[in-house]
């Protein structure tokens, strides 16, 4: 059998899977031991039913918890429309076509995703980071902070947050 195969066999399964099993640790110990990203680190919570397309593209450090319906647009596919205006394809060298690409998201220790936001390709999200619900991640976003909006902007430190939280949980 071919590689090609092969792959998509395993995200068939891995999409059935994620349709059948309800609780986001059990997905995530699923998706690390069928090593379907290019990296997936330990006590990570994964409740979106929906893979990436290039899921070896997406790396996934320590304690990383991703809400659902959360979106990696790791890849894009304006090739298509690009090829097909004269005006484009006419800077191009030598008759060459604009190609489908692909791009790293890396997301590291300590950080949760709300639901529904987006991450779009080649961003980094740094250490200890809250990404609000609904956000649109264009940006790499730095270590210690809380983001939100679209497009994503830094709203506060994590320690600030923290702050706000510990103030809630006493009232």
């Known amino acids: 059998m071919n590689s090609r195969f092969i792959n998509r066999f395993k995200r068939i399964e891995t999409m059935l899977f994620m349709n059948s099993v309800r609780g986001g640790k059990k997905r995530a110990r699923y998706l690390k031991r069928k090593k379907i990203f290019g990296s997936f680190g330990e006590n990570c919570y994964w409740f979106p039913r929906k893979l990436p397309a290039e899921p070896q593209n997406i790396f996934i450090h320590n304690n990383v918890n991703i809400a659902t319906e959360v979106y990696f647009c790791d890849h894009d596919v304006i090739h298509h429309m690009l090829n097909n205006v004269k005006e484009y394809t006419e800077r191009l060298v030598n008759n060459k ?3 489908y690409t692909s791009s790293k998201i890396e997301i590291c220790d300590n950080v949760f995703i709300g639901a529904r936001a987006i991450i779009m390709g080649n961003i980094r999200i740094g250490e200890n ?5 609904g956000s649109v991640v264009t940006k790499d976003v730095e270590s ?28």
């Open 129 to 133: 980071v809250i990404i609000a619900a």
């Open 97 to 99: 076509k604009y190609t």
């Open 144 to 171: 210690n902070s809380v983001y939100g909006g679209n497009p994503a902007k830094k709203i506060c430190s994590i320690d600030e947050y923290l702050n706000k939280r510990k103030e809630f949980n006493q009232n």
